[in-house]
C-alpha cells in the first residue's frame, strides 16, 4: 500500500525531539497524517506546525509514558480524533548509564516501564482497530545495545533486548492479521538522549547516525508494499558501534 497516497494516519511517541521528531518530519513530508506524542507540549507545537505545513494533519497530545494507566486513554483519544492508526512508531525511551550492582530498583523500574511496558500498552491500545481492518504497521526503536554487550548500559539493554524479543512475538502473533510488526535497532544516533542527567557518557557525536538518517529508514519500513516485512534491522553509522 502506497501511504503516501491513502493519508495513512500514525503516531509517533517522543516526538517532540530526536528521532521522533525527525520521523514526524519525514512522515508529514511523505503525506502522512501524525499523531505526536511528548511530554512537552511547547517542543510539540512546533513539531506539529512543521508537519502541518507539509500539508498533512498533525496534532500534538501531551503524554508522560510512564503514566502507564493513562496511555490506553490517550491512545483511544488519538484514535477518535484520526479514525483509523496505519502506523504507530514506538519510539520514546530513555538511556541510563550504571553499574548493574549499583543500579536502584527504582531506576531499574522506570527503565523497563518507558523503554518496554509504555510500548506494550501502546501496542494494545491500536491493536483493536488494526485487527479489525486487518492492516497495520508497528514499527519499535529498539538499539544495537539489545544484542550487544555494553558495559554500564546494563537496565537500558536488557530494556532494549525485551523490546525485540516482544516485537518477534507480536509479529508472529499478529501476522495472520494482516499486522506487520517492525523492530529497528539503531547504533549511537546523534539525539538530545546523551544530554540527560541519567547518561554518563563521552562519546564522539559527530560520528554517530543523525536522527533524520534513522527517520528515513523508518519511513521507508512503513512504506513497504503490504506484501512485504522488514522484521528486524540494524542501522549503524559507516564508522562502526562507538
Same mark, same amino acid.
Given at each position: 500500500?502506497?501511504?503516501?497516497?491513502?493519508?495513512?494516519?500514525?503516531?509517533?511517541?517522543?516526538?517532540?525531539?530526536?528521532?521522533?521528531?525527525? /520521523?514526524? @518530519? !519525514?512522515?508529514?513530508?511523505?503525506? $502522512? *497524517?501524525?499523531? #505526536?506524542? %511528548?511530554?512537552?507540549?511547547?517542543?510539540?507545537?512546533?513539531?506539529?506546525?512543521?508537519?502541518?505545513?507539509?500539508?498533512?494533519?498533525?496534532?500534538?497530545?501531551?503524554?508522560?509514558?510512564?503514566?502507564?494507566?493513562?496511555?490506553?486513554?490517550?491512545?483511544?483519544?488519538?484514535?477518535?480524533?484520526?479514525?483509523?492508526?496505519?502506523?504507530?512508531?514506538?519510539?520514546?525511551?530513555?538511556?541510563?548509564?550504571?553499574?548493574?550492582?549499583? /543500579?536502584? @530498583? !527504582?531506576?531499574?523500574?522506570?527503565? $523497563? *516501564?518507558?523503554? #518496554?511496558? %509504555?510500548?506494550?500498552?501502546?501496542?494494545?491500545?491500536?491493536?483493536?482497530?488494526?485487527?479489525?481492518?486487518?492492516?497495520?504497521?508497528?514499527?519499535?526503536?529498539?538499539?544495537?545495545?539489545?544484542?550487544?554487550?555494553?558495559?554500564?548500559?546494563?537496565?537500558?539493554?536488557?530494556?532494549?533486548?525485551?523490546?525485540?524479543?516482544?516485537?518477534?512475538?507480536?509479529?508472529?502473533?499478529?501476522?495472520?492479521?494482516?499486522?506487520?510488526?517492525?523492530?529497528?535497532?539503531?547504533?549511537?544516533?546523534?539525539?538530545?538522549?546523551?544530554?540527560?542527567?541519567?547518561?554518563?557518557?563521552?562519546?564522539?557525536?559527530?560520528?554517530?547516525?543523525?536522527?533524520?538518517?534513522?527517520?528515513?529508514?523508518?519511513?521507508?519500513?512503513?512504506?513497504?508494499?503490504?506484501?512485504?516485512?522488514?522484521?528486524?534491522?540494524?542501522?549503524?553509522?559507516?564508522?562502526?558501534?562507538?
Amino acid at each position: 500500500m502506497d501511504f503516501s497516497q491513502s493519508q495513512a494516519n500514525a503516531i509517533i511517541t517522543g516526538a517532540s525531539s530526536g528521532m521522533g521528531k525527525a /520521523t514526524a @518530519l !519525514a512522515f508529514a513530508k511523505a503525506g $502522512i *497524517n501524525v499523531a #505526536l506524542v %511528548s511530554r512537552s507540549l511547547d517542543a510539540l507545537d512546533t513539531v506539529a506546525q512543521a508537519c502541518t505545513q507539509q500539508g498533512v494533519k498533525a496534532k500534538p497530545y501531551v503524554m508522560d509514558l510512564n503514566e502507564l494507566a493513562k496511555i490506553p486513554g490517550t491512545i483511544q483519544e488519538i484514535v477518535a480524533d484520526f479514525g483509523n492508526i496505519d502506523i504507530i512508531v514506538n519510539n520514546a525511551g530513555m538511556g541510563y548509564t550504571n553499574l548493574l550492582r549499583e /543500579t536502584p @530498583l !527504582a531506576d531499574w523500574q522506570q527503565v $523497563i *516501564n518507558l523503554n #518496554l511496558t %509504555s510500548v506494550f500498552q501502546c501496542v494494545q491500545g491500536v491493536l483493536p482497530q488494526m485487527r479489525e481492518r486487518k492492516q497495520g504497521t508497528i514499527i519499535n526503536v529498539a538499539s544495537i545495545a539489545a544484542t550487544q554487550a555494553f558495559p554500564e548500559w546494563g537496565a537500558y539493554s536488557v530494556s532494549k533486548a525485551a523490546l525485540l524479543s516482544f516485537s518477534k512475538v507480536l509479529a508472529v502473533e499478529e501476522r495472520s492479521n494482516g499486522i506487520r510488526v517492525v523492530a529497528i535497532s539503531p547504533g549511537s544516533v546523534n539525539t538530545p538522549m546523551w544530554d540527560t542527567e541519567t547518561v554518563q557518557a563521552d562519546f564522539e557525536r559527530s560520528a554517530m547516525l543523525t536522527p533524520e538518517l534513522v527517520a528515513q529508514t523508518i519511513l521507508q519500513a512503513a512504506l513497504l508494499p503490504a506484501e512485504a516485512v522488514i522484521e528486524d534491522l540494524t542501522i549503524l553509522p559507516s564508522a562502526g558501534t562507538l
